[in-house]
């Protein structure tokens, strides 16, 4: 079993929607959550960045950390075409050998016009 | 400010043969971390430098090594490639101000596919 699982999709939904995307892990030591969006053949570029528990909003862009459930969440409101991309969570520790990012295998993401 | 640079951005090799590949991070950052990406295996995680020293290392054989020189720039190299090297490698820069700081956003570069025949 991997250490983060992440629904690879892809996902459709029309333009305007409200688009969830999520992620599970299972090391507890995790404490830096992040997502990174990847268009095609580019490198990934990152959207949000939360320690521990709790909400972070950032224009059309909130991430949720539940530690508790092991569980973290992306969600765009008024998704555009323009949100067409992979997503891909990320996640670390800073205690000794959690020290290097573990991704989840992205989820694939289409805005239909 | 400029963003991280990698050189090749393509590159065709046949088995057997050896690639080195190069890394240019972000004005400042200290820390180069490497990743392979594949459709299979998503990213994985190489090898981290920081001050020319290789602080954290994934779970790939020996063929698959790097360096960091003094000005930050870092080369991975892969030897004795085989078909499944094929993939994305992605180079990520982070701050890295404070040698025991964990929790320094990375930056990725575009990324140098390599394909192997």
């Known amino acids: 079993q991997k250490e983060v699982e992440q629904d690879p999709g892809p996902l459709s939904v029309p333009e305007g929607a409200i688009v969830s995307l999520n992620c599970t892990y299972s090391?507890?030591?995790?404490?830096?959550f992040m997502w990174y969006r990847q268009y095609s053949r580019k490198g990934p570029e990152l959207l949000m960045y939360?320690?521990?528990?709790g909400n972070k909003e950032d224009g059309r862009f909130t991430a949720q950390v539940d530690k508790s459930s092991k569980y973290i969440s992306l969600f765009i409101r008024d998704s555009q075409p323009s949100d067409s991309a992979t997503y891909l969570c990320a996640m670390k520790g800073s205690n000794f050998g959690n020290e290097k990012l573990t991704f989840g295998t992205g989820t694939r993401l289409t805005i239909i016009p | 400010k400029a963003g991280v640079t990698q050189t090749p951005r393509y590159l065709i090799k046949t088995r057997g043969q050896q690639v080195t590949l190069s890394c240019s991070p972000i004005?400042?950052?200290?820390?180069v971390s490497w990743y392979q990406q594949t459709p299979g295996q998503g990213l994985q995680f190489l090898f981290e430098?920081?001050?020319?020293?290789?602080?954290n290392k994934g779970n790939f054989p020996g063929r698959f090594s790097g360096r960091q020189f003094s000005n930050s720039r870092s080369e991975m190299n892969v030897s004795t490639l085989e078909l499944g090297d094929s993939a994305l490698y992605l180079c990520a820069s982070s701050l890295a101000l404070l040698a025991h700081r964990r929790s320094d956003t990375q930056y990725f570069g575009p990324g140098t596919r390599l394909t192997v025949l």
């Open positions: 939360t320690y521990s528990s």
């Open positions: 004005s400042g950052h200290r820390s």
């Open positions: 090391n507890s030591a995790f404490q830096y």
């Open positions: 430098y920081f001050s020319e020293t290789q602080r």
